[in-house]
């Protein structure tokens, strides 16, 4: 190989992990979920039946397309798997992830928070009308980001949400952030947007995009 020959690889390997950065980036971006409802429990080895029967409620802190983070009181340990029901403060599906902790850290008023993985989603229709969970959040999520580039579950397209504001909800001190799409000017819910993104496939062709 020549010399600009390898320049030129170079160069090429340097494009490819900074386009590898940014889609990591764009998958790590947190909003701000404090006090959505949340139910979790353990889930033993692959199988999930019967993981429902003791679950735990959680008040939510953050969430990403690829991770969710929560307030609970008690301890969790790294790599434990865990199922966590998240709510539609909407009323629209909820959502049933299968997670892993990757972080664990003690709060100053004895409760925890835990940092933890999405493995699968899977949205979950009437979950919104059956659950009435009330928890009360212990400090404040990241700062709202002004715009993100996702697919919106209404118009099915490719396009860029822009904060509009806070719903407000009733839970205590909650807040749960609501995008405009570009495209369609539909108003959403950040958990909507999340959880229809996490149902698409790498190679889902979405819309005309």
């Not at 190989?1 to 030129?8: D, F, G, N, P, V």
């Not at 008690?74 to 299968?98: D, F, H, N, T, W």
């Not at 002004?146 to 909800?169: D, I, M, N, R």
């Given at each position: 190989?020549?010399?600009?020959?390898?320049?030129?690889?170079?160069?090429?390997?340097?494009?490819?992990?900074?386009?590898?950065?940014?889609?990591?980036?764009?998958?790590?971006?947190?909003?701000?979920?404090?006090?959505?409802?949340?139910?979790?429990?353990?889930?033993?080895?692959?199988?999930?039946?019967?993981?429902?029967?003791?679950?735990?409620?959680?008040?939510?802190?953050?969430?990403?397309?690829?991770?969710?983070?929560?307030?609970?009181?008690?301890?969790?340990r790294s790599g434990q798997k865990l199922m966590v029901i998240v709510e539609s403060p909407a009323g629209g599906p909820g959502e049933k992830l299968v997670t892993e902790v990757r972080w664990c850290k003690a709060l100053p008023d004895g409760n925890y928070r835990v940092g933890t993985a999405i493995q699968t989603a899977q949205s979950v229709a009437e979950l919104g009308e059956?659950?009435?969970?009330?928890?009360?959040?212990?400090?404040?999520?990241?700062?709202?980001?002004?715009?993100?580039?996702?697919?919106?579950?209404?118009?099915?397209?490719?396009?860029?949400?822009?904060?509009?504001?806070?719903?407000?909800?009733?839970?205590?001190?909650?807040?749960?952030?609501?995008?405009?799409?570009?495209?369609?000017?539909?108003?959403?819910?950040?958990?909507?947007?999340?959880?229809?993104?996490?149902?698409?496939?790498?190679?889902?062709?979405?819309?005309?995009?």
């Amino acid at each position: 190989m020549s010399r600009e020959q390898e320049k030129q690889s170079m160069v090429n390997h340097t494009r490819k992990q900074e386009r590898k950065l940014r889609k990591e980036r764009r998958r790590a971006v947190r909003f701000p979920t404090v006090g959505i409802g949340l139910l979790f429990c353990p889930v033993e080895g692959k199988c999930l039946d019967h993981v429902g029967r003791n679950l735990m409620e959680a008040a939510g802190v953050d969430m990403s397309l690829s991770g969710i983070a929560f307030d609970v009181n008690r301890p969790l340990r790294s790599g434990q798997k865990l199922m966590v029901i998240v709510e539609s403060p909407a009323g629209g599906p909820g959502e049933k992830l299968v997670t892993e902790v990757r972080w664990c850290k003690a709060l100053p008023d004895g409760n925890y928070r835990v940092g933890t993985a999405i493995q699968t989603a899977q949205s979950v229709a009437e979950l919104g009308e059956k659950l009435n969970i009330q928890p009360e959040p212990i400090s404040e999520g990241p700062e709202f980001p002004s715009e993100v580039e996702l697919f919106c579950p209404s118009c099915h397209e490719k396009a860029t949400f822009y904060f509009l504001g806070v719903q407000p909800g009733t839970w205590p001190k909650g807040m749960l952030p609501l995008y405009d799409c570009s495209c369609c000017n539909s108003t959403l819910t950040i958990t909507s947007i999340l959880s229809y993104n996490r149902q698409l496939k790498p190679d889902d062709n979405v819309g005309n995009s």
